[in-house]
């Protein structure tokens, strides 16, 4: 929740797409969001192909009042685990939004 224009953020297991951990103000529709969300990450990952283009890092969906990040934070054992934040895209650069996620997301799994 450290930055700025945060509303919400949670861990989803790329696996199941279950929210592991939340926080924040979230929509009614969330856990379904967090279901989408875990089942893009498992179909860009097989659209890569054994790393041709690199393991995957980030997801973004930008709207127009909003803007959602999911960082994958790789775990073991499993698919690994998503960073999911949801952010009010009028209050925040959305560079500057994904590189204060990426920056934060290994405190996340201390």
Known sequence: ???QGVRAAALIDIGTGMVLRSTGVQDSGFPAAAASLADEARLARA?????????????????????HLSKVLPTLPGDGVLLFVDLDRNRVTIALASLQVRQLAPAVLA
């Open 1 to 3: 929740m450290a930055v």
């Open 47 to 67: 659209t890569l192909a054994s790393g041709e283009a690199g393991d995957l890092d980030e997801i973004s969906l930008v709207t127009g009042g909003r803007l």
